[in-house]
């Protein structure tokens, strides 16, 4: 199912409509800032379990990443000091994966890492999605192939057709990107950016 969001003055009832899906379970894909992504309400494992197939991860071996709509909400799920916190207010919202240890409010599925990467989209579609759902979103980028053409990346009619069988809604908010979320690692007390992607890290 294809359902057209735009970035504000949206039908209540369409919006309800996702928080619905994502607070039943189900899979939802929607545009970030950076590409499009596929994700699910992440507090509720089998949803999360169900990504992890689709995309063929071990959340053992493999960092999971939530959305939060603000920054008090992150320090719930993730441990945050106060050096960790200046920098994600100068850099959010905005293209980053931020990796912070986690804390025991996120399910067992991710206690495997003790570490979660944080994102605060700029997209005003993900955020209003994200404050009326009131939890944070489990993301992670597409399933793409190396000879794909992006354009099943980038294009939602392309992304419901190719995979709108594994998920309960593809959301249209238009033609997405192509970059990745640039990866800062703050679990060791130091700055480090593990991945370069889109967002270029004010350290201020």
């Known amino acids: 199912?294809?359902?057209?969001?735009?970035?504000?003055?949206?039908?209540?009832?369409?919006?309800?409509?996702?928080?619905?899906?994502?607070?039943?379970?189900g899979l939802i894909i929607y545009p970030?800032?950076?590409?499009?992504?596929?994700?699910?309400?992440?507090?509720?494992?089998?949803?999360?379990?169900r990504i992890c197939r689709i995309k063929e991860i071990d959340p053992r071996k493999n960092n999971l990443s939530i959305i939060c709509y603000d920054l008090?909400?992150?320090?719930?799920?993730?441990?945050?000091?106060?050096?960790?916190?200046k920098l994600m207010k100068r850099n959010l919202p905005g293209a980053f994966t931020f990796i912070l240890n986690g804390t025991t409010r996120l399910p067992k599925i991710f206690r495997n890492r003790k570490e979660v990467g944080i994102r605060m989209p700029?997209?005003?579609?993900?955020?209003?999605?994200?404050?009326?759902?009131?939890?944070?979103?489990?993301?992670?980028?597409?399933?793409?192939?190396a000879h794909e053409d992006i354009e099943y990346c980038t294009d939602p009619e392309l992304i419901d057709e190719k995979f709108g069988d594994l998920v309960d809604l593809v959301i249209d908010g238009g033609?997405?990107?192509?970059?990745?979320?640039?990866?800062?690692d703050c679990t060791s007390g130091e700055i480090e950016v593990i991945r370069q992607g889109k967002g270029w890290l004010n350290e201020g």
Do not use: W
């Open 1 to 25: 199912m294809l359902l057209k969001l735009y970035e504000k003055n949206n039908n209540p009832q369409d919006l309800q409509q996702v928080v619905d899906i994502l607070n039943d379970g």
């Open 32 to 49: 970030t800032d950076t590409m499009y992504a596929i994700g699910c309400h992440g507090l509720k494992e089998r949803a999360i379990e």
């Open 72 to 85: 008090s909400s992150i320090s719930e799920y993730a441990k945050v000091d106060n050096n960790t916190f």
């Open 122 to 145: 700029d997209n005003a579609i993900i955020q209003e999605i994200a404050r009326i759902l009131d939890a944070p979103i489990m993301t992670t980028t597409l399933p793409h192939e």
């Open 175 to 184: 033609i997405g990107g192509t970059e990745f979320s640039t990866i800062v």
